[in-house]
């Protein structure tokens, strides 16, 4: 069945040092890949996305990469800070321009070291 | 601009009673999603209401059932509440066909069964 699944569980990264998480998914269908990060308490909350036709796209310190040809996503911070310390989700959607369900992976814990 | 709002918060239930939670859209949104998140796993996708009617659903029993009102507003219904019923109730809403597509989330209804 679907499946998105992370590597690492917890990931230990210096302030100020790149940090790089990665994903793999099953779905090779999938069309649309999104980065969330959860803070205690809070819900999830949107980082960056990318859809199938792409291989990378960047934000404000952060770059999301595809590979299709082996299901792997991966998300780089660049220039860890504090606040960057939370756990992230991979989360792969189908086709409907966002409004399918999302399926989720397990997550890593992104601890940022001062 | 008013993110999605969820409510109650917390909620402590006894096996076999029934739950309602209740979620609040983002302004300008129309659909919305409900994930349940156990401790330290990602969401899973419960289902998802649009024009006030459920258009897909995850892979929970009847038990959960829902609700969407014409301003868009939802709810969540949990029958028979089980001690597996216990998570992290996550609404996200979006807007259809309308780009950005992300997913805005709530920060969630944290439920106890006991």
């Known amino acids: 069945g679907e499946s998105v699944g992370l590597h690492l569980p917890t990931l230990s990264v210096q302030e100020g040092d790149n940090s790089i998480i990665n994903c793999a998914y099953s779905?090779?269908?999938?069309?649309?890949f999104i980065w969330y990060k959860q803070e205690s308490g809070k819900g999830p909350q949107f980082i960056i996305d990318i859809r199938s036709n792409m291989d990378k796209r960047q934000g404000q310190r952060v770059t999301v990469l595809l590979n299709k040809t082996v299901k792997h996503l991966s998300l780089q911070i660049a220039a860890t800070q504090p606040g960057d310390s939370a756990v992230y989700f991979c989360a792969e959607g189908g086709a409907n321009f966002g409004n399918e369900k999302l399926t989720f992976g397990t997550g890593t814990r992104l601890t940022i070291i001062p | 601009d008013a993110g999605v709002t969820q409510s109650p918060t917390h909620l402590i239930k006894t096996r076999g009673q029934q739950v309602t939670l209740r979620c609040s859209p983002k302004s300008g949104h129309d659909t919305v999603s409900w994930y349940q998140q156990a401790l330290g796993q990602g969401p899973q996708f419960i289902f998802q209401y649009y024009e006030e009617e459920e258009r897909q659903r995850g892979n929970f029993p009847d038990r959960f059932s829902g609700h969407q009102f014409p301003n868009y507003s939802s709810e969540l219904n949990v029958n028979a509440l089980l001690l597996g019923d216990s998570a992290l109730y996550l609404c996200a809403s979006s807007k259809q066909g309308i780009p950005p597509y992300e997913q805005y989330f709530g920060p969630g209804t944290r439920l106890t069964v006991t």
């Open positions: 779905n090779s269908a999938s069309d649309y």
